[in-house]
Each structure stands twice: as structure tokens, then as C-alpha cells.
């Protein structure tokens, strides 16, 4: 039987899972090494460190998502055009040299896609999509990755038809810490669902982010807003912003990817607008890796 | 004939101009101790290190706008309610605690309104304004007032009817030097017209800033746009932002009142959409608070 040691490496942490031959997870392990901390050429020696124990000749094989591919990655591997599914990325799926005899380690290239001139891509959702298909056992849907830069993908007959990105996660980290907005609100206050929905539902006041941010300073300023409540509102603002621009009436469902705590707050902001979701967190990305390791080469085994 | 100090102390810095009667600049000078490099009780030894040779007894007064009249400032002068004008302000004026025989120090109160709930605010904004309405000789009009936190104000009969806030400048500062954007982009390049105006263009597409931002990357990254024009792009996009949100075809000009470098931008983007400019700088500051000087007691004369 072969195991698969799936990593999904990432520019500021990466997190990796020892899968049998039916995919179940073995073991986790996860690191802050992203990719960004990866110095040059280093990419062996970090790889080694934590993952060397499962790497066992005969039958163990490695594939990588994320950033680990991109230009500042271990090994670039070209981004496939949309629409694409498990096929052309499994198609694309590039191996980095290792010395005879060593382990087969493969990286799975990223999604680009275009929109009236300018650009988007993806890398690693598109493999949380594959899983997620796998084990909702559906074959089209609006998948949404929030995260930093957060991702709306459609997927039409398994192929993901195109997508967008919304630097949600970025802005809120700068509003909420760097902005004039740091000095009054409290980032590390608990989730506050009621401010948060309130955030959501002002969004969509034809008004703008640039305008409605400011409401969060003025709001704290008039004291019609406890400070505990400001982190939520914001967010609310953001994520609501992003919802804004979506066509959500044409939904019945969105199924949503990433960690508890963003899901979460993706569902509220959801169904505040009407909309029904689904969560999925890791073990999309455990999924998709072992679909995609059908994939790989079975040809060339360890000599 | 009386002098007038006249002052605009902000966040971040201050400038004062010593007028004659009739409100020409005889002098002027700016300095780097806006209100949040002031130590707590420090605002009188700052005062006096940069206009103690401007204020002779017998005559001359001072007049002060800006964040010195905020509750972070030197005296806290509350804010005036919208509909508001030179008349509804002059009353509202403070003066400051001095030493007997010492000529009057007094404080220009900030405006505020309400839209739905959430309060704004400007503090300073309110006197270019009154300024620019009596160089221009108008009563009436929209003025714009770019910066970090930009105020967009219109003006009936006189009197400030209502304005937003947009926080258009700090936007730009956060995201081109804190950013993944910053990476990519030359915040020191000049001005690419062609890529400002299509980032303004852009702004329009239905899809947020949050996504649109993220374009300033993967332009980069396809190399479509040049590192040079990634800065003017991004200022576009924002920009173009805040131009979304205004019923811009109802009016058939817009008055800016700024440094020359925003202004000049304002009125690119503004031109692009088909609205019609007009620009002043600081010299609407001097008028404003001359014009406002004429409501203050004349009758408290040094002892």
C-alpha cells in the first residue's frame, strides 16, 4: 500500500499529513516555516526537519501545495489556466530532483484565471476545492477560501470555471492594527455576533469601505459603540464589502473552507444576507492532495 | 489695526500665518508638532517657541483650527452641529486661559453629522471651507477636501448642509508600505497618468476594492504593468473608490481644497468621470480664519 505525505505549504506557516492508500490521516504536523522564512535553498533541510521520519523508501510518495510552488517556492511549478479540474492540475503536477532513490516529491501547480485584462490566481485552493467535491461528492458549487486573501471560486462539471480574490483578511489586519482605527478598538476582544451583523448590513449601504470604516472611529467617538464591540464591527464592515459584490441570490449554497473561526464568521455574515453555507476545514485539504496523488506517476518506483 | 495669528493645527503637523487687517499673509511657518507630538501640558511652551514674536499686546489676536480643538488637543472646543456656517461656528469659538495682559488665544470648534446612525466628524476642514466660499464669493457648491481622511462637504446658503468621511489617504499609506501591494510597487515613483486614470476607470467595474486591490499584484506578477506605474495605479483604484460613492453627475463642479499634489490627482480622476475642478491651498486656511475672525469679541481689550 502507498502513503502519501500530503503538505499544503503556504507563505507564513505550512501544515503537512501522513494519508494511507484509502487517505485516512495518520498523523498532522504543522510549522510557522512558510515560505517567506525559507531561506534560499533551504527548502531541503526544512523539508528534511520535520518530514524525513515519514519519507520511508518503497512506497511512500510527497505532494505539495501552495506557495511552496510559487517563483519563491522550492520549485516553481506554472499556474493552469481556468477552467480547469483534477485532470489538467494533475496533468501539470511537477517533481523535484531528489537524490536516486529517495521518495518521489511532487508540487501541484496553482489556478490563474482573467478578468477583463487583469489577472487572478490561486494557490492551494484550488486542491481544498478538489477535496471538498470529494467528500461532499458534488461536482459543482461557489466554494469560498477566506483567509488572508480570501478566494470566491466557481466549479461547474468538477472544473473550477473562474474565481476572484478579496484581500479581506489583509485589510482588516492593517485597518485593525496600523490604522488611526488601532487606537480605539481592541483586537483581541471576543467575537461580538450582534456588531458584527451590524458591520455586514452597513456595507451594503451604497457608501463604500473607505467611508464606512471611518463610522468605527466616530462610533467609539460619540460612545455609540463599546470598544469591546469595534473589532467586530469592522470585520462585519469588511466581509460584508466583500459579500456586497457577489451575485448571492444566485446561490441556493456556498460551501466554505478554511479555519473554524473564519467559517464562522462567513456563515453569520451569510445568513444574514440569506444565504445557507457548508464548512470544511483541513481534511479538504487532506482530500483533494490523496484525489490528486491518483495523479502521480506510479510508473517510476524507487530504484 | 488688529493682526491675526492664524493657525490650522493638525495630527500630525501645524502652520500659522501672521495676517494684517485685512487678512493679507504678512509671514508664514509650519512646523512638525501636530497635536500627538505634543507632550500633555506642552501646547503653551510649543505655542510660544513658534508665535511668541507674532503676538504683541495691543492688538493682535489668535485663532486657531484643527485637532488643537479636539479632546486630544490643547482645549477641547465641541463640535458644532450641521447645518452649519461662519455664524453658527463664530459663536461656538473658545478662547484659551492666558496670563492677563496677554493677547487672546481662541479655538475654532469642528463640525459634525449623522447618516443613519453613524456621526462624522472634521475638525480644521470647516474653515477652509468658510475660506474658500469668500475668496471664490460662492454660497453654495461641494467641496472636497483631499488628505488622509478626506471630507467631502456640500454647502447651501452658507451654511455646511452635511459630509462624509473617506479614508482614502491612509489606505493608500497602508497598503502601499504595509502591504503584499509593497512589495511590487515603487511608492516614490512619480505620478503615470495613464495607469492613475485606469485604476480610477477601474474602480467602477462592480467589484469592490477589496478584489481590485489585489489586481495591483498580479498585474505585477504578468508583468501587464510596470513597477513604476504599480503606485499610480493603486492611488487610482482608490480614488476611483471614493468617486463611486458621489452622485457626481448632479454636480457641475467640484471645489478642491488641498496641496497641490492631491488636488492635481482629484482633478484628473474628477475630469476622467466628466466633472469639472476647481483648486485651492492653503490660502482658503488664511481666509477661513480671517472670515471667522470677525466674530470674535472685539470688546475684551488687554488689561
Known amino acids: 500500500m502507498t502513503r502519501l505525505v500530503a503538505i499544503d505549504w503556504g507563505t507564513s506557516s505550512l501544515r503537512g499529513a501522513l494519508l494511507d492508500a484509502s ?9 510557522a516555516r512558510g515560505i517567506l522564512k525559507v531561506p534560499a535553498g533551504g527548502f531541503p533541510a526544512v523539508f528534511e526537519s520535520l518530514f524525513a521520519e515519514w519519507m520511508q523508501p518503497g512506497g511512500t510518495r510527497c505532494l505539495i501545495s501552495g506557495m511552496a510552488g510559487s517563483k519563491q517556492g522550492w520549485v516553481e511549478a506554472p499556474y493552469c489556466a481556468c477552467p480547469a479540474g483534477r485532470v489538467e492540475v494533475g496533468r501539470r503536477i511537477i517533481d523535484i530532483d531528489v537524490p536516486p532513490g529517495s521518495p518521489r516529491i511532487s508540487v501541484v501547480p496553482g489556478l490563474s484565471n482573467e478578468h477583463d485584462g487583469v489577472p487572478d490566481v490561486m494557490r492551494g485552493e484550488e486542491v ?6 470529494a ?8 466554494f469560498v477560501l477566506p483567509g488572508t486573501h480570501n478566494k470566491w471560486a466557481t466549479v461547474k462539471k468538477g472544473r473550477v470555471t473562474g474565481f476572484r480574490t478579496f484581500m479581506t483578511g489583509e485589510f482588516y489586519a492593517l485597518l485593525s492594527q496600523h490604522s488611526i482605527l ?3 478598538l481592541d483586537a483581541d476582544a471576543p467575537l461580538d455576533e450582534a456588531a458584527f451583523v451590524e458591520g455586514v448590513m452597513r456595507a451594503d449601504n451604497g457608501q463604500g469601505l473607505l467611508h464606512n470604516a471611518f463610522g468605527t472611529r466616530t462610533l467609539a467617538l460619540f460612545e455609540r459603540m463599546a470598544t469591546q464591540e469595534l473589532a467586530s464591527y469592522l470585520s462585519g464592515l469588511l466581509i460584508g464589502e466583500e459579500l456586497r459584490t457577489q451575485s448571492l ?5 456556498v460551501v466554505l473552507i478554511g479555519s473554524s473561526a473564519l467559517t464562522q464568521r462567513y456563515t453569520l455574515a451569510l445568513r444574514a444576507t440569506g444565504t445557507a453555507t457548508r464548512m470544511l476545514g483541513a481534511e479538504a485539504t487532506w482530500a483533494g492532495l490523496h484525489a490528486l496523488s ?8 524507487p530504484s
Not at 128 to 133: N, S
Not at 135 to 142: A, F, H, K, N, S
Open 128 to 133: 481544498q476545492i478538489f477535496g471538498a467535491m
Open 23 to 31: 487517505g485516512a490521516v495518520l498523523e498532522e504536523r504543522s510549522d
Open 135 to 142: 467528500l461532499m461528492d458534488i461536482d459543482e458549487g461557489v
Open 294 to 301: 491518483g495523479f502521480l506517476d506510479t510508473g517510476r518506483m
Open 182 to 184: 488601532a487606537r480605539t
Open 249 to 253: 441570490h444566485a446561490f441556493g449554497e
